[in-house]
């Protein structure tokens, strides 16, 4: 394919990236959005639900094809499409196989809330899925309607089992800690792992844009489940190279795993190896930056191949150390709606 001569290889033949920071980070790993429109009404994040601003239309196939071509070509192997919700675009099993067909990448996954995986997973895995990320805040039913404002656990635990069934390579479950709403359940998390081969990630509640109340009544340190874990015999894991944020621990006991994402936590950024494209085509070097770049005027054609790379790669020079949430800087994400967390 034209281009191609952008990828270097490794002995073993594997692109490598040439998405590396000043401060020694590469970046074999995009989280494009595909939407910013949700159904759920999570307490967390968009507690009154989605409303469209009038805005211009989310990025279409054609225009995401040359998005994750030019970011292949610069080394990167591992794009998860995020949303909001991304299975609201009726494009999306599209998107998927076009994605997958993009030479160089390796592994295509999906963070959705999971209420329509037993009609369309199965589509999504022959078009090319390789991975499902799955947001499930509570096993407790009338918990899980609280949170996300909608009654749909038993659906989407059929989905995760037939993820199960259909032999995906990594099935992941999110659940975001909330005091006094889900932080009581991590006995009941490890029943459900003893079993079944999944990892659940425990996320430490996040501050945006417009939810500082929330986070000051519901945050919850990720530090006191590391210990109980640790107490109970679980041990940390390495983490492999295109791995999400999340500190991985297994016990032998059990066939799934725990993650825990602390972005509050001491280094959290020093390990990160991930890039954001929003919904409508900007880069986003960090989740909590204060700016993003527009590479949407250079996905119209297939002749702004060159320009679009090297807008891409000329921009790491900006990317910054760690995030400023400890001082209280959300950067411009309103909520994670907005760019898929």
């Not at 899980?144 to 259909?166: K, N, S, V, Y």
């Not at 995906?168 to 006094?180: H, I, P, T």
Request: with cysteine; aromatic share 6%; proline share 5%.
């Amino acid at each position: 394919m034209p281009g191609e001569q952008h990828q270097p290889k490794s002995r073993g033949g594997t692109a490598m990236s040439q998405l590396s920071d000043g401060f020694g980070r590469s970046f074999p790993y995009m989280r494009l959005s595909l939407t910013e429109a949700c159904n759920f009404r999570c307490s967390y994040c968009l507690p009154d639900g989605y409303h469209a601003d009038g805005r211009p239309q989310f990025l279409g196939v054609a225009e995401i094809e040359r998005l994750v071509r030019a970011f292949a070509a610069l080394g990167m192997h591992k794009i998860r499409l995020t949303g909001g919700e991304p299975s609201l675009r009726k494009d999306l099993e599209q998107i998927i196989a076009t994605v997958a067909r993009v030479p160089g990448i390796r592994k295509v996954a999906i963070t959705t809330n999971g209420c329509r995986l037993p009609r369309l997973l199965p589509l999504w895995q022959r078009a090319g899925l390789t991975a499902l990320n799955v947001s499930m805040d509570s096993l407790r039913r009338e918990r899980f309607h609280a949170i996300t404002g909608h009654d749909r656990l038993p659906e989407i635990l059929e989905g995760i089992e037939l993820a199960q069934q259909l032999g995906l390579s990594s099935v992941k479950l999110n659940a975001v800690l909330l005091r006094e709403r889900n932080d009581d359940e991590l006995p009941q998390w490890m029943e459900f792992l003893r079993e079944r081969p999944v990892s659940v990630r425990f996320i430490e509640l996040m501050r945006t844009g417009d939810n500082a109340e929330f986070f000051q009544r519901y945050h919850l340190d990720a530090e006191g489940v590391i210990n109980q874990l640790t107490a109970a015999g679980w041990q940390q894991r390495p983490r492999a190279a295109d791995a999400g944020p999340a500190r991985e621990f297994n016990h032998p006991d059990y066939c799934g795993t725990v993650g825990i994402i602390a972005p509050y936590s001491r280094d959290f950024c020093k390990d990160c190896n991930r890039l954001r494209v929003t919904a409508r085509g900007d880069l986003r070097l960090c989740l909590f930056g204060d700016f993003g770049i527009a590479l949407r005027p250079l996905l119209q054609s297939d002749q702004d191949r060159e320009a679009l790379i090297a807008r891409i790669s000329g921009q790491l020079g900006l990317k910054a150390a760690g995030h400023g949430l400890h001082q209280g800087n959300t950067g411009i994400t309103p909520h994670l709606a907005s760019i898929g967390g």
